[in-house]
Nanobody, 124 residues
Framework: QVQLVESGGGLVQAGGSLRLSCAAS????????AGWFRQAPGKEREFVAA????????YYAEFVKGRFTVSRDKAKNTMYLQMNNLKPEDSAVYFC?????????????????WGQGTQVTVSS
Protein backbone atom coordinates (compact mmCIF):
# COMPACT_ATOMS: atom_id res chain seq x y z
CA GLN A 1 0.00 0.00 0.00
CA VAL A 2 1.02 3.59 -0.67
CA GLN A 3 -0.43 6.51 1.22
CA LEU A 4 -0.30 9.90 -0.48
CA VAL A 5 -0.79 13.28 1.17
CA GLU A 6 -0.99 16.50 -0.82
CA SER A 7 -0.19 19.94 0.57
CA GLY A 8 0.52 23.42 -0.68
CA GLY A 9 -2.85 24.45 -2.03
CA GLY A 10 -4.44 27.78 -1.24
CA LEU A 11 -5.80 31.04 -2.58
CA VAL A 12 -3.67 33.03 -5.01
CA GLN A 13 -4.25 35.88 -7.42
CA ALA A 14 -4.10 35.36 -11.15
CA GLY A 15 -0.51 35.39 -12.33
CA GLY A 16 0.73 34.05 -9.02
CA SER A 17 2.44 30.78 -8.15
CA LEU A 18 1.92 27.80 -5.88
CA ARG A 19 3.96 24.67 -5.24
CA LEU A 20 2.08 21.50 -4.44
CA SER A 21 3.73 18.60 -2.66
CA CYS A 22 2.72 14.94 -2.57
CA ALA A 23 4.35 12.98 0.21
CA ALA A 24 4.26 9.20 0.00
CA SER A 25 4.46 6.79 2.89
CA UNK A 26 4.16 3.07 3.24
CA UNK A 27 5.42 0.98 0.38
CA UNK A 28 7.88 3.12 -1.50
CA UNK A 29 6.64 4.65 -4.71
CA UNK A 30 10.05 5.82 -5.84
CA UNK A 31 10.14 3.22 -8.63
CA UNK A 32 6.61 3.92 -9.88
CA UNK A 33 5.12 6.48 -12.18
CA ALA A 34 3.14 9.23 -10.51
CA GLY A 35 0.88 12.00 -11.66
CA TRP A 36 -1.24 15.02 -10.86
CA PHE A 37 -4.89 15.39 -11.73
CA ARG A 38 -7.44 18.07 -10.95
CA GLN A 39 -11.18 18.27 -10.63
CA ALA A 40 -13.31 21.38 -10.70
CA PRO A 41 -16.94 21.41 -9.46
CA GLY A 42 -19.24 19.72 -11.94
CA LYS A 43 -16.37 18.53 -14.11
CA GLU A 44 -14.58 15.25 -14.55
CA ARG A 45 -11.15 14.63 -13.11
CA GLU A 46 -8.56 15.65 -15.68
CA PHE A 47 -4.90 14.92 -16.25
CA VAL A 48 -2.43 17.67 -15.41
CA ALA A 49 1.07 16.17 -15.39
CA ALA A 50 2.96 12.93 -14.81
CA UNK A 51 6.49 11.74 -14.21
CA UNK A 52 8.23 8.41 -14.48
CA UNK A 53 10.17 6.83 -11.63
CA UNK A 54 13.55 8.25 -12.63
CA UNK A 55 12.16 11.75 -12.96
CA UNK A 56 13.70 12.08 -16.40
CA UNK A 57 10.48 11.77 -18.39
CA UNK A 58 7.67 14.21 -17.74
CA TYR A 59 4.33 14.70 -19.45
CA TYR A 60 1.89 17.59 -19.38
CA ALA A 61 -1.59 18.47 -20.46
CA GLU A 62 -1.55 21.08 -23.19
CA PHE A 63 -3.22 23.69 -21.04
CA VAL A 64 -0.36 23.70 -18.48
CA LYS A 65 2.66 23.40 -20.74
CA GLY A 66 5.13 26.17 -20.06
CA ARG A 67 3.44 27.07 -16.76
CA PHE A 68 3.58 23.94 -14.58
CA THR A 69 6.56 21.73 -13.77
CA VAL A 70 6.38 18.27 -12.21
CA SER A 71 9.36 16.86 -10.34
CA ARG A 72 10.16 14.30 -7.70
CA ASP A 73 12.66 13.82 -4.91
CA LYS A 74 13.13 10.09 -4.53
CA ALA A 75 15.13 10.43 -1.34
CA LYS A 76 12.19 12.22 0.24
CA ASN A 77 9.55 10.05 -1.46
CA THR A 78 7.87 13.27 -2.55
CA MET A 79 6.53 14.61 -5.83
CA TYR A 80 6.01 18.29 -6.57
CA LEU A 81 3.98 20.43 -8.92
CA GLN A 82 5.29 23.95 -9.40
CA MET A 83 2.50 26.08 -10.82
CA ASN A 84 3.34 29.49 -12.26
CA ASN A 85 1.25 32.11 -14.02
CA LEU A 86 -1.91 30.68 -12.54
CA LYS A 87 -5.25 31.47 -14.13
CA PRO A 88 -8.76 31.44 -12.64
CA GLU A 89 -9.55 28.38 -14.76
CA ASP A 90 -6.82 26.49 -12.88
CA SER A 91 -9.03 26.56 -9.78
CA ALA A 92 -9.80 22.98 -8.74
CA VAL A 93 -9.00 20.28 -6.23
CA TYR A 94 -5.63 18.84 -7.18
CA PHE A 95 -4.92 15.17 -6.57
CA CYS A 96 -1.69 13.23 -6.72
CA UNK A 97 -1.70 9.62 -7.79
CA UNK A 98 0.74 6.74 -8.00
CA UNK A 99 0.74 3.73 -10.27
CA UNK A 100 1.80 0.19 -9.52
CA UNK A 101 4.24 0.31 -12.39
CA UNK A 102 6.50 2.76 -14.18
CA UNK A 103 4.07 3.12 -17.07
CA UNK A 104 2.89 6.71 -17.25
CA UNK A 105 -0.84 7.14 -17.75
CA UNK A 106 -2.83 10.26 -18.59
CA UNK A 107 -6.09 8.73 -17.42
CA UNK A 108 -7.19 8.23 -13.80
CA UNK A 109 -7.78 4.53 -14.37
CA UNK A 110 -4.05 3.99 -14.76
CA UNK A 111 -3.33 4.90 -11.16
CA UNK A 112 -3.81 2.74 -8.11
CA UNK A 113 -3.26 5.12 -5.20
CA TRP A 114 -4.70 8.57 -4.64
CA GLY A 115 -4.30 11.37 -2.17
CA GLN A 116 -7.21 13.23 -0.61
CA GLY A 117 -6.68 16.35 -2.71
CA THR A 118 -5.74 19.94 -2.01
CA GLN A 119 -7.81 22.96 -3.05
CA VAL A 120 -6.31 25.56 -5.37
CA THR A 121 -8.29 28.75 -5.90
CA VAL A 122 -7.12 31.45 -8.29
CA SER A 123 -8.85 34.81 -8.06
CA SER A 124 -9.11 37.17 -11.01
Amino acid sequence: QVQLVESGGGLVQAGGSLRLSCAASGRTFSRNAAGWFRQAPGKEREFVAAINWSGINTYYAEFVKGRFTVSRDKAKNTMYLQMNNLKPEDSAVYFCAAANSDFVWSTPSGYDYWGQGTQVTVSS
